[in-house]
Nanobody
Framework: QVQLVESGGGLVQAGGSLRVSCVAS????????MGWFRQAPGKEREFVAA??????YYGDSVKGRFSISRNNAKNTVYLQMNSLQPEDTAVYYC??????????????????WGQGTQVTVSS
């Protein structure tokens, strides 16, 4: 069983930056694809970014502004968010799934989810 704990969310002004982190425990971190999803009020959970070994994937709405990375020695995945806009406001969830099995952009690829961290971007 893998446990995921996100941190680093908060309030930021439009145009600003924020980095959220997710620490995993209970499994061999390097054996997992890691993803970030977000959910705004009244909307479905949306794919943001994923990392599979050294390959990265991004949702269209964040491409060029967000960057995902991982540190296997620290069991941590990061999401660096730049040029934030009010429409980026959401709860951001970290997810983990068996490496190489699912389609990284889909929720079905991930078996484990964190509790989420709130990111709010003011205009």
């Amino acid at each position: 069983q893998v446990q995921l704990v996100e941190s680093g969310g908060g309030l930021v002004q439009a145009g600003g930056s924020l980095r959220v982190s997710c620490v995993a425990s209970g499994g061999t971190f390097a054996n997992y694809d890691m993803g970030w999803f977000r959910q705004a009020p009244g909307k479905e959970r949306e794919f943001v970014a994923a990392i599979r070994w050294s390959s990265t994937y991004y949702g269209d709405s964040v491409k060029g502004r967000f960057s995902i990375s991982r540190n296997n020695a620290k069991n941590t995945v990061y999401l660096q968010m730049n040029s934030l806009q009010p429409e980026d406001t959401a709860v951001y969830y970290c997810a983990a799934g068996p490496a190489g099995l699912g389609v990284p952009r889909t929720r079905e690829a991930y078996a484990y989810w964190g509790q989420g961290t709130q990111v709010t971007v003011s205009s």
